[in-house]
């Protein structure tokens, strides 16, 4: 039995008693969110085809491709049905806030917890690199598989949370990956890899504006983008955001930052480390979270990045 054998039954077992559930994800949705979301989903869908299953939150256009459409679903519905909450365990970074009318809440993360106590039954395994990861672990542990119709959603979550394993290539990822593979029966070259790695000339062009504008500010390699940056070469706040790790350990710098400007004012706040800085602690000082080597937060303007490059510098050495 794993060591959250007991969770998984808790969170299955409401999962059995329910004729309809609905998954959410967080904001600004990456891949291990949506992944989590349709996984999960078709997870359940196949092993209850009996019950109701939704998954709903936008897709960014940079992921389209890869996920089908999610599900238009009404309050009503909402308000009799179980709801799931992958890939964040605080509420308020919920995308859509109709899951506070729901009748039960459960939940599967895998970032660090915040110092508050949660009310509602959750799985949580930081030592996994992905969301994707623990629903794939809890469906082994509680069905014996995963079904075929999850796998590739699955997959598709751990493969852009760990950098197509450059942030894990652990024994315990590389088996579950495996697994996913074998169990889902897809190739992953030709049905994610030519997708989610194909460029536009957009995209190089945005490349060479950060590789054009990164600075140093102490142990910390940074760029700052603002909204027209990204808009004049027709990208969105989410295809402008996640680029962070194109200035990984650059010149030895052990720690590096992307801050984006979001269409509402507000800054989106990228912070990563090699491992061995907690950048994770310094996300919560600024409202946010996740892991240590890889957190986030949001910031009010431009006139709080130093505040946070201060921060970074006085970050926790591990």
């Keep these: 039995m794993s060591y959250f054998a007991k969770e998984i039954d808790t969170i299955f077992s409401k999962v059995e008693a329910y004729d309809s559930i609905v998954i959410f994800g967080h904001r600004n949705p990456d891949g291990d969110c949506l992944g989590s979301v349709q996984g999960l989903k078709n997870a359940l869908k196949a092993l209850f085809p009996e ?4 998954g709903v939150g936008s897709i960014p256009n940079y992921l389209s491709a890869l996920f089908a459409p999610s599900d238009e679903v009404s309050d009503e519905v909402i308000e009799n049905s179980l709801a799931f909450m992958v890939d964040l365990s605080d509420l308020e970074r919920v995308e859509d806030q109709r899951i506070l009318k729901a009748k039960e809440i459960v939940c599967i993360d895998h970032h660090q917890p915040k110092e508050v106590e949660v009310d509602f039954p959750i799985v949580r395994d930081t030592a996994s690199i992905s969301a994707t ?19 590739k959603y699955l997959f598709i979550g751990l493969i852009t949370d760990s950098g197509r394993f450059q942030f894990s290539s652990s024994p315990d990822t590389l088996l579950i990956a495996a697994r996913m593979v074998q169990e889902g029966q897809f190739d992953a070259k030709e049905e994610i890899y030519d997708t989610l790695y194909a460029q536009r000339s957009s995209d190089l062009r945005y490349k060479s504006f950060l590789y054009a504008n990164f600075a140093f500010y102490g142990l910390v390699t940074y760029v700052c983008v603002r909204r027209q940056d990204y ?5 969105s706040q989410n295809e402008a955001s996640g680029q962070v790790n194109l200035l990984s350990l650059l010149d030895g710098h052990p720690m590096w930052a992307q801050f984006t400007e979001q269409e ?19 996300a919560i000082q600024f409202g946010g979270g996740g892991h240590i080597p890889a957190s ?9 990045v130093e505040d946070v490059l201060k921060a970074m510098n006085e970050a926790e050495k591990i």
């Design 231 to 235: 808009e004049s070469l027709g990208l």
């Design 296 to 304: 986030g937060c949001k910031l009010k303007s431009f006139d709080q």
């Design 264 to 282: 509402d004012g507000t800054i989106r706040c990228e912070l990563r480390s090699n491992t061995h800085y907690n950048v994770q602690k310094v």
């Design 133 to 151: 990861t623990i629903i794939a672990k809890c469906l082994i542990e509680r069905y014996r598989y995963i079904p075929k119709e999850a796998a």
């Design 51 to 54: 019950k109701k299953v939704y």
